[in-house]
């Protein structure tokens, strides 16, 4: 009986997360900034009593949306399980404050294909933490040692992306060429967006090496499966073109997933 009223405490801490990630997810994209939200239908600001108790637009009456809910049940869902199964990596204030951030560049990343920068700007400062407390308590590390396998993650994650998107756009220049060339008008497909770049620079941060290592194979294997997946889906289905073999695989989820799995599975 004692443990259910504990769980209290989780279950409140993860609908006020719940509460921030969708709030971040809203006005991030829009603004860049923690501005008044408003109602994405009619722009009407809401009051902040309205939107924090999840009521629907006073104006013209447009309920909220489902991502709001999945994210308030996923967000008490996943407090209480990681309080009662806390990450031993990370132990649970730490793991909190990880789940949020993944759970705002999820969002984000799923609803605008976006990795925004003052984003991976607060992920670095928080990967850095979180990979120099890890890798100190490694074998007794050390505070100093710790903070450089964070560092030394961070640069490699960054760097392997940075030169997987350079070639990206070596790949989307040649195939403009041949569009054009045969009379098409050239699109602005890309392979990798700029922002995974960013992103795989804070979880190597996060990780630290050689964990990130496991993460960037782990999540290439991930998106590469799901794309194959998808592309047998179109096939029987009898809509696959050379089109939808082009499309945009985008990484950041994948990458995500499996950053979380390395920080909080078994
Ligand atoms: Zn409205």
């Not at 132990?91 to 984000?108: A, D, K, N, R, S």
């Not at 620079?201 to 290592?213: E, N, S, Y």
């Not at 179109?234 to 990458?255: D, K, N, W």
């Amino acid at each position: 009986m004692e443990m259910n009223i504990t769980l209290i405490i989780p279950v409140l801490l993860g609908w006020v997360s719940g509460l921030f990630v969708n709030y971040a997810s809203d006005v991030l994209p829009q603004t860049r900034r923690f501005s008044q939200p408003a109602c994405p239908d009619c722009q009407t600001p809401y009051s902040w009593a309205d939107y924090l108790t999840l009521r629907a637009c006073r104006n013209c009456g447009r309920i909220r949306s489902l991502r709001m809910w999945l994210v308030q049940i996923m967000a008490v869902a996943s407090f209480v399980y990681f309080w009662l199964f806390p990450s031993k990596a990370l132990g649970i204030p730490l793991g909190m404050l990880v789940l949020i951030y993944f759970g705002i560049i999820t969002v984000i990343d799923l609803e605008h294909r976006l990795i925004l920068h003052p984003t991976s700007l607060v992920g670095a400062v928080l990967g850095l933490i979180v990979g120099t407390y890890i890798h100190s308590r490694i074998d007794q590390n050390g505070l100093l040692i710790g903070m450089s396998k964070s560092l030394l993650g961070g640069l490699f994650g960054f760097a392997v992306m940075f030169l997987l998107y350079q070639f990206g756009a070596l790949v989307a220049r040649y195939r403009a060429r041949r569009m054009q060339a045969a009379g098409q008008a050239a699109d602005e497909e890309e392979a990798l967006g700029g922002g995974d770049v960013y992103l795989a620079g804070v979880l190597g941060l996060m990780l630290g090496w050689p964990f990130i290592w496991d993460a960037l194979v782990l999540g290439v294997l991930l998106g590469g499966l799901i794309s194959v997946l998808l592309i047998f889906v179109l096939l029987v289905r009898r809509r696959y073109s050379s089109e939808a073999l082009m499309t945009f695989i985008p990484y950041g989820p994948y990458f995500i997933a499996s950053a979380f799995f390395l920080l909080f599975g078994p």
